[in-house]
């Protein structure tokens, strides 16, 4: 891994402009009735074209062996190592949901949950409640006075939610209060530091009293408070690489990581075609644009392995779209695998295209995690991929005399 | 690599269950006669098998172009990075003896010398002598007395002993007496830190009553004295992966760099046989289970190539009686290479090859030096091995948001 501060060093403003697309949860397994992955099933004529002029290998987001969650997928994607950049859940729901987080406040992730008459917890998602039942819920707890501080409570989708506290001296060092278990009961916040002792209080105090205001609900009548975090000060695009960068992603927690890492989210609609069309009208204007495709991943996670194929055949159309701009780079990779054989993102390396007119190309027949073993890029952190992306598109000055 | 914090994050208590052979010295080089290595020689039906199934790639214990000693292998084979954790020479040779080496106590390597009249070293290792002459020179060292301390000397083989001295206020912080070259003359230890004065005091008295008690004997008529060191506290298999692990090794030093690891170290015939029923009669009782081949690293040692085939061949035999026991995850590979033709341990990178059922399979053709370099893993630092089998074991839960 080359260090942030060596690529901020090397880094120069160029008219070049590179494109990344992120096909969320692209890996997989092989299908037991076949042996052929997804990839390998679905019919993907332009990416196989593109494999054999470009540079393949297969990345690991975080780690071998590590599964990663989708921020820190992303965050590998850019560059930022996610294990020195751990940024908490309460930050990522806050930055999902546009959620104007100060450098005072803490945030945490609050999930709608179903306890019995003892304070157990029977259901830690509430029975996946819809999300308009949710926004009812949130403007009951939103009453909620707790001395001392101001309170924000906030819709994300489903049985999830964003709690944020804002006053003097408060701190994210304190453990959940989800027993991540069922049949256990709902858990202090307990303080990492002496200091966190006052916010502690805070989020205890908001736990019963979002009982009592649920009390008699059905089946949400009590919360879980996950991932205090404060707002994650990271280095910007601008400031580590001299990018203009554009983020054309549909859903609040994508768009939410790439502001953090400084990008201006760009207002698309969420099908595919959308997404090319905004890449299209607004590719003058920036040198860097991550492009985001969520519909892999979901059908991953539902077990959908036909969905899981047709996501990935509708990815292969957008590619002559975006050949048509151009670009001095174009990556098509994804932040983590998710098979449809496993319902889950997983471990597996996840394949990673890069094509550049300063290729020598690999000359694969298709772009597979089978296929690409066999690239030129080998296996290599995630995290990598962002000094080739600038390396290829030659943004990057000459390293020592 | 994933830090040893992180992992111990991830890592969850469950059912599923790892089975690690480490085929000491595995790797090999070209027979000059065939140019083949001994893993392309040998017959190894139920390994090719296995590749088949299998990912499979080249690991380098400690980094590219160093040859590893046998502690520094296979503690980075579990997870320990052989430079972070450096295990000092005196504390292997006293876990190697079984010696019961407590927290006051400092242990250095001890080898039987050759000096002249004037005190000049002329044979390191006096002539290699035979074992059963080193033990009667201990017993002669044994009666060494240096005030406030208390002495142990034992033998190891050949010309290698190990001297442990307890009491208060010790320190291994000292450097060797060993010059290294012949001609020149026994150092002294000197201390690194004020506070190993003390203890480089007594390693100087020790060495000088060596000679005196030796004087006249040959060849071995003085002692040098390396690698000082305390006993190493390093986290357990328990504390860092929520594992319960058993070694099966048969020889003292594997036993002693397992226990280290905090593995209990079963009781065990030696023969490989042996080695599969002690697996299969406690195989309900763990779930890491580290079982250690020690023959192919001593024929390629001895230069024998052919015998370092037949004890392949041996361990190709053994994969069916393991397979029947259903592991999640079965890794097979080495601590270092020992090619036969080199006649000692070598730098070379080591096949390594991990079986589970969430595998896409390389469709490896076999399981040697050269069919693995087109394996998915690629070639990475071994002490990423131990992370890639707690998350196909899907021991590790999900990093970040």
């Avoid at 997928?73 to 294990?83: K, S, T, V």
């Avoid at 751990?86 to 546009?98: F, N, V």
């Avoid at 002496?194 to 609900?217: C, M, W, Y």
Wanted: charged share 20%; hydrophobic share 40%.
């Amino acid at each position: 891994m080359v260090p942030l501060e060596v690529l901020q060093a090397l880094a120069e403003k160029t008219p070049s402009k590179i494109v990344l697309v992120v096909v969320d949860g692209l890996g997989g397994l092989p299908n037991p009735a076949t042996g052929l992955t997804e990839m390998q099933t679905a019919r993907l004529p332009n990416l196989g074209a593109l494999a054999g002029k470009s540079v393949c290998g297969l990345i690991d987001p975080v780690g071998p062996g590590i599964t990663p969650g989708s921020g820190a997928g992303h965050l590998a994607l850019f560059g930022y190592d996610p294990i020195r950049f751990d940024i908490g859940r309460g930050a990522l729901s806050a930055l999902g949901l546009d959620f104007p987080l100060q450098a005072n406040d803490v945030a945490a992730r609050m999930n709608f949950c179903t306890i019995d008459d003892k304070g157990v917890v029977s259901d830690r998602r509430a029975g996946r409640i819809p999300t308009e039942y949710n926004r009812e819920l949130v403007e009951e707890l939103r009453r909620i006075k707790i001395p001392g501080v101001q309170l924000f409570v906030e819709t994300e989708s489903g049985h999830r939610a964003l709690v944020v506290f804002r006053g003097e001296n408060l701190s994210d060092k304190l453990t959940d209060t989800d027993p991540l278990l069922v049949n256990h009961p709902i858990k202090e916040a307990e303080p990492l530091t002496p200091e966190a002792k006052h916010t502690a209080d805070i989020a205890n105090t908001f736990s019963r009293e979002a009982q009592r205001v649920l009390k008699g609900k059905h089946p949400a009548n009590a919360v879980l408070l996950r991932g205090f975090a404060k707002h994650p000060a990271i280095p910007t695009f601008e400031q580590l690489y001299k990018l203009t960068p554009a983020a054309i992603a549909s859903y609040p927690m994508y768009r939410g990581v790439a502001r953090l890492a400084g990008m201006e989210a760009l207002t698309t609609g969420s099908a595919l075609a959308d997404e090319l069309a905004t890449l299209r009208a607004n590719y003058a204007n920036f040198d860097f644009f991550f492009l985001h495709v969520k519909y892999a991943d979901t059908a991953g996670e539902d077990g959908d392995f036909d969905r899981k194929v047709r996501v990935l055949e509708e990815v292969d159309g957008l590619i002559p779209g975006i050949l048509d701009l151009k670009p001095d780079v174009l990556v098509v990779t994804g932040d983590h695998s998710t098979p449809a054989p496993f319902k889950s993102h997983s471990w597996h390396p996840v394949p990673f295209l890069l094509n550049s007119a300063w290729c020598i190309p690999d000359n694969l027949p298709a772009f597979n995690e089978v296929a690409v073993r066999a690239g030129s890029l080998g296996r290599f952190p995630a995290v990598d991929g962002m000094s080739l992306m600038l390396g290829y598109a030659q943004k990057l000055s000459r390293y020592g005399a």
